[in-house]
């Protein structure tokens, strides 16, 4: 679709007929020969003589030129653009952050695969979560995992694959033996104040009582709770295992009490599996759709046009006088040639 980005330029349109009828005629005064018998010569060629001056007059050619000239310069002025058909983007409006414990603990093979393999509870938590994030287009998401120390494995970002990938190389114990879900929960919080978004979620997967964070779990949920950030946790341990296995189920209630998020427990793939769409439901995908249309100016083509109008009408004027100058010597007859 052809628009005009300065469409008020037609106002300009009628200016040369103002200027012609408006404003009086150019004036020049040339140096004329002045002879005594002007009157009897004017007599004798039966013209009247007249004083002042003589306006030129234009053929109707050359007026056409002109004024298809003055259309296309205030076309270009005009500033057209050819406007694209709609271009649709959707902007995430949730972050989601995926707190992922891999302590020790994590290496217990009590859980089994869609194929029936008896896998340790990281193997089956991975698995489950792959196919969460791929239902989470539109979500920005980032990854944590903790042990003795939290890390950010992946920042925010809708590269799901990346998230995936990352997700996928992670092994128990590559972050410590212990469980730091209290400083985990700091660590996301520092994440969360660089997003824009309103909607801020956390994940925490965890299977062992915290041990070993500078926080407790609840004080940092508190401190989620304030920055607008809701946590869902979601408990992978045996809940009848003592010491750093231990579950601690009420912290984990606390936390997700604390933000206004579920407690979950899983005791095997299929609970874990059942917990990841119930948590799809709740934190439903949320995307804004911005459209915009792109713009290409073509103001070069009245421009071009223009242009070549010129171009024709000065070739055609030389072509003319070419044929004027070749006309009378066509005319004259050759030497030599009888009479």
């Not at 349109?13 to 020969?33: K, N, S």
């Not at 005009?78 to 271009?87: E, H, S, T």
């Not at 494995?153 to 996928?168: G, S």
């Not at 508190?222 to 295992?241: E, L, M, S, Y």
Request: include cysteine; glycine fraction near 8%; aromatic fraction near 8%.
């Amino acid at each position: 679709m052809l628009s005009l980005a300065y469409p008020w330029i037609a106002l300009l349109v009628p200016l040369p007929l103002a200027i012609w009828f408006w404003l009086p005629a150019h004036a020049e005064q040339r140096p004329g020969l002045r002879v005594p018998f002007f009157d009897r010569l004017a007599r004798l060629s039966g013209q009247r003589s007249v004083s002042g001056g003589v306006v030129a007059s234009r053929g109707a050619a050359r007026l056409t030129v002109l004024g298809l000239c003055w259309l296309l310069a205030l076309g270009a002025l005009a500033r057209p653009q050819w406007i694209d058909p709609p271009l649709h983007r959707d902007l995430p409006t949730r972050d989601l952050l995926v707190l992922v414990d891999l302590s020790g603990s994590m290496d217990t093979s009590d859980f089994v695969d869609a194929s029936g393999r008896t896998v340790n509870r990281l193997t089956a938590v991975k698995q489950v979560l792959d196919d969460f994030l791929s239902r989470r287009k539109g979500d920005r998401v980032g990854v944590v995992v903790f042990g003795d120390e939290p890390f950010a494995l992946a920042p925010f970002t809708t590269d799901l694959d990346l998230c995936r990938v990352m997700l996928r190389d992670t092994a128990v114990g590559m972050a410590g033996p212990r469980t730091a879900f209290g400083d985990a929960i700091g660590l996301g919080i520092g994440l969360f104040n660089r997003s824009t978004v309103k909607a801020k979620t956390i994940i925490a997967l965890t299977d062992g009582n915290d041990t070993t964070s500078k926080v407790p779990p609840v004080e940092a949920a508190r401190i989620a709770r304030d920055k607008g950030i809701v946590i869902h946790t979601v408990a992978v341990g045996d809940p009848q295992a003592a010491g750093e296995d231990k579950l601690d189920e009420a912290a984990l209630k606390d936390v997700a009490d604390a933000t206004g998020g579920g407690f979950f427990r899983a005791l095997d793939r299929a609970q874990l599996a059942d917990i990841y769409r119930q948590l799809d439901q709740i934190e439903t995908r949320r995307i804004d759709t911005v459209s915009f249309r792109p713009k290409r100016d073509v103001y070069w083509i009245p421009l071009g046009a223009g242009l070549v109008l010129t171009l024709m009408v000065q070739a055609a004027r030389l072509l003319r006088r070419r044929m004027q100058w070749f006309a009378p010597a066509a005319a004259q007859p050759l030497a030599g040639a009888a009479p």
